[in-house]
């Protein structure tokens, strides 16, 4: 597979920040750095980048190593990405780097570009696609924030009821029956103690139900985003609309994951040998995309109760003195394959 160097006669790394970045133009052949500048991160300030590079490299081909492409630098990732450069995820210099070369904006650039002139291009991260995933990213990241919200409004709630007797019996979770009644009270002339009680009850209670809506608007939503990226994919045994957009935006596009093997290291689901002298075995992966690593778990747990074909393996599996834990492992190692190959056909 080519490098950048082959393909590419220069290679800009940028330094992300805040307010500024730090731009270094290095020479893919001869390793030579040209010329180091910061720019202000506003839209003039990278239009004044662009016309650096440009200037400098008379218009030959650049390759942008850039870190933080989805969060510090997103504009300016879309500014590359409209004048046709090339964008590789620069990882950040190590602690042992750092200790040799020193700490500062431009060394870090400098490091950025340095890092992608010897790499095989295809197995150089690249930033996450916008549009249908990046909508489908707010989404999740929305519905977790309310489900927080949810869960410490009914978790004050629950603790409320347990300390002031407002005739609710709150000893086991709350149901949504008691939540919905406790919404619905009205004002009584009672003690201060259980007038502001019962308020302060039914605000919490509104503020559940109403979060419980948002949730079922969230959830429609990401079921008809994820079918336009996926078509069909929801149809798939154990996947429902909130794991199909955690698996849709962490494949994100193809070429960003390599193969079925990185997307299994990605989700974390890829086994860790454990073994020891006459004992063989493998642990769970503790590293990876959580959110990824959750999906997949949904999924299998799901298709342990409902899918005929999975039951069978389990109720096997236990038989040859197989752990829950390990049960799943597996599981999910073999759902990760199948669903890799899956997107892989219906994701463009």
């Known amino acids: 597979m080519p490098i950048v160097a082959d393909q590419f006669a220069w290679v800009v790394g940028v330094d992300t920040h ?5 731009f270094t133009l290095i020479e893919s052949r001869t390793g030579a750095a040209i010329g180091t500048e910061q720019f202000p991160t506003s839209t003039a300030g990278m239009t004044r980048a662009l016309s650096w590079i440009h200037r400098h490299t008379e218009n030959d081909t650049v390759y942008a190593a850039v870190e933080g492409t989805s969060s510090y630098s997103s504009r300016l990732t879309r500014m590359f990405e409209k004048e046709g450069i090339p964008i590789g995820e620069a ?13 500062s904006d431009a060394i870090d650039a400098e490091a950025a570009a340095r890092s992608m002139i010897g790499r095989d291009i295809a197995h150089i991260a690249s930033p996450r696609a916008a549009g249908l995933r990046q909508a489908l990213q707010i989404l999740l990241t929305s519905r977790a924030l309310i489900d927080q919200q949810r869960t410490a409004n009914k978790n004050a709630l629950t603790a409320l009821l347990r300390v002031i007797d407002l005739d609710i019996d709150a000893r086991k979770p ?3 029956r008691q939540v919905a009644t406790v919404a619905a009270w009205r004002t009584t002339d009672d003690t201060a103690a259980i007038t502001i009680a019962r308020a302060e009850s039914k605000r919490l209670a509104i503020a559940v139900i109403t979060a419980t809506g948002l949730m079922e608007s969230n959830r429609s939503q990401l079921a008809q985003l994820a079918e336009q990226l996926a078509p069909g994919f929801q149809e798939t045994p154990g996947v429902g609309p909130v794991t199909a957009a955690i698996i849709i935006c962490a494949y994100s596009h193809p070429g960003r994951v390599r193969s ?5 290291s990605l989700g974390g689901v890829a086994p860790r040998p454990a073994s020891s002298g006459n004992t063989t075995r493998h642990r769970l992966n503790r590293t990876g995309d959580r959110q990824l690593n959750r999906a997949f778990d949904v999924i299998a747990r799901t298709r342990m109760s409902i899918d005929d074909t999975t039951r069978a393996y389990v109720v096997k599996s236990r038989e040859a003195g197989k ?7 597996k599981l999910k190692r073999y759902i990760c394959r199948q669903i890799f190959r899956q997107i892989s056909a219906i994701v463009t």
């Open 18 to 22: 805040a307010r500024t970045h730090t």
């Open 91 to 103: 990882r950040p210099p190590s602690k042992a780097s750092r200790a040799r070369t020193g700490k």
């Open 174 to 176: 709350l149901t949504d």
């Open 260 to 264: 079925e093997a990185a997307f299994a």
């Open 323 to 329: 752990t829950n834990r390990e049960i799943r492992r």
